[in-house]
């Protein structure tokens, strides 16, 4: 039976190019005893080797398509009948099924609960926020002024940790002060365990998940990140209820009332809400949580992180962004609170952004598994293949983005002759299950770099040409993002 389905598998496979599969172990050699680093260089060498579409056969005949070409891309984002692929289900137990792995009705009731929360009037309301905890992030940042390289991640990380948990929760966690923060080191952790995880030979016997040696560890490190999740829906909770104690108080942003009186955070509409008459428990409320606590400030972290790096290694772009800001704020470029109508005539910031997103998605790679069988290449792709959508190998199609490791924001402006698909383009992917977050996102992006800006020139540290690229859930610095700060006149 071994020896048929493997046929069978060769024969789809042969549709697609891609590394010899070995009789029991399949292709695992290929990614054998490889930092994680050396594997992500791997699996993007292997579309240079083999083109867009690559057949990568796992251990014990686990067939697995790895997609960079849009004409599948595009099939497999507008399927209806995919759900998340098996690595997903390694952060069950950190995300349950919140809205990130969870499919099918469950899925689509939930996007409709939040989807309000991210409306652009409440994003608006966000940016007083954005502004607030940028400006401490620079307060931070000025001990570090003509002070030589020092890693900028760690600051940003923090930074983007406050603005999700004062966003969207409501509440204030004053991360910034605490550079040891427990939850955002478990989140490293974890994402490291994951990524572990879906190289390893074990990957398909989840009961055996025991015999990994991280496996304890993972479950402690998954209870801290749970009980810090818990406190912050704790402590909104209560705010809540002594608000209805003493009437219903009007927000006012001026009187200090920025983070715990603003109104239907997405955190109050999944205490408020019900469905079939019933609120949602707090197993299901958490599970929410965990996920936009996680999948908003690990990504604008990356993306933040890299945008600096490209802004640091390019002082020619550099310069014209801090010109743009210096035509449109002159002086107050410091202290102008930023709003989304200012940041919208920024067109220069905009490019750089899209094309710092395109060098360096936050989100390298997707996953699908799919529920039906599918045609690709000439060949009918059977219902249960795990497909991998490189996001990362996407951007870099010299049709589309000719001389595609080079970071030329002009890509993005609108006489740019070199047409751009839907689909050569997704750094928050694209169909029904794209990001929820992609407009707070470029928002939170735009608003750090002006600030950054405004105050600091950034200039590459001695190290800065030395760091590289690692992805486990997002795409992450070998050795922090190195800089240096010199103040602005
Ligand atoms: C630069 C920053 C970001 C990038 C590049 C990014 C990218 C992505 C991508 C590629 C997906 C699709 C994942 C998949 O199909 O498996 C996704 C989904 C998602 N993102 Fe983001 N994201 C960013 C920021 C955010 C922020 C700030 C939030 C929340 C405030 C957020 C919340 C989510 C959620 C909840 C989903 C799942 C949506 C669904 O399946 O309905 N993301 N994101």
Redesign the pocket.
């Known amino acids: 039976k071994y020896h048929q389905r493997r046929q069978k598998i060769l024969k789809i496979a042969s549709h697609f190019n891609g590394p010899f599969p070995q009789y029991f172990l399949g292709c695992l050699y290929v990614f054998q005893g490889k930092s994680m680093p050396e594997m992500f260089d791997t699996l993007n060498e292997c579309h240079k080797i083999y083109g867009d579409d690559v057949s990568l056969i796992g251990a014990f005949n686990d067939f697995e398509l790895e997609l960079a070409g849009s004409r599948n891309v595009e099939k497999v984002l507008q399927s209806k009948t995919t759900k ?1 692929a098996y690595p997903y289900d390694f952060l069950e137990p950190w995300l349950g099924t919140g ?2 792995l969870s499919f099918g009705e469950k ?1 689509f009731q939930r ?1 409709k609960i939040i989807t309000p929360a991210f409306h652009f009037k409440i994003l608006d309301q966000f940016m007083d926020v954005f502004n607030k905890e940028a400006d401490i992030l620079i307060d931070k940042l000025a001990q570090r002024v003509d002070q030589g390289e020092f890693d900028i991640y760690d600051y940003i990380t923090l930074y983007a940790l406050d603005s ?1 948990c004062a966003t ?1 929760m409501g509440v204030q966690i004053n991360a910034q002060d605490d550079p040891d923060n427990e939850y955002a080191q478990g989140v490293k952790k974890v994402s490291v365990f994951f990524f572990r995880r879906a190289f390893s030979v074990l990957r398909q016997f989840p009961s055996l998940f025991f015999l990994y040696p991280y496996a304890r560890e993972q479950g402690r490190v998954i209870k801290k990140l749970h009980d810090f999740t818990n406190s912050v829906i704790e402590r909104r909770r209560k705010q809540l209820q002594a608000e209805q104690s003493v009437g219903k108080v009007e927000f006012n942003p001026d009187a200090g009332d920025l983070y715990s009186k603003r109104r239907d955070t997405f955190l109050d509409q999944l205490l408020k809400v019900t469905v079939d008459g019933k609120p949602l428990s707090t197993a299901d409320i958490r599970e929410e949580v965990d ?2 606590m996680f ?2 400030h690990d ?2 972290t990356s ?1 933040i992180s890299f945008t600096i790096l490209n802004l640091a290694k390019h002082q020619d772009i550099q310069r014209k962004v801090f010109d743009e800001i210096d035509q449109m704020l002159g002086a107050d470029a410091k202290t102008t609170v930023l709003t989304s109508a200012l940041l919208q005539e920024m067109k220069y910031l905009d490019m750089v952004i899209k094309e710092s ?1 395109r060098l360096v ?3 390298p790679f ?1 996953g699908r598994m799919l529920l039906e069988d599918m045609e690709m290449n000439g060949t009918i792709v059977p219902a249960g293949t795990t497909i991998s959508l490189n996001i990362f190998a996407i951007h870099r199609n010299p049709k589309v983005f000719p001389d595609p490791e080079k970071f030329i924001p002009e890509r993005f402006s609108d006489d740019n002759d070199i047409k751009r698909g839907p689909y050569d383009y997704i ?3 694209a169909g029904s ?6 407009k ?2 470029l928002l939170e ?1 735009k608003v750090t770099i002006v600030k950054l800006l405004a105050s600091y020139r950034i200039l590459p540290g001695e190290s800065t040409d030395q760091v590289r690229y690692k992805a486990d859930l997002v795409i992450r610095p070998t050795c922090g993002i190195p800089v240096k700060l010199e103040k602005r006149n």
């Open positions: 998340k809205l990130l899925w996007r999700i969207s996920t936009f999948e908003g990504t604008t993306g997103l998605p936050p989100v997707i750094p928050f992917s299950r794209n990001c929820i977050g992609q707070y996102a992006m």
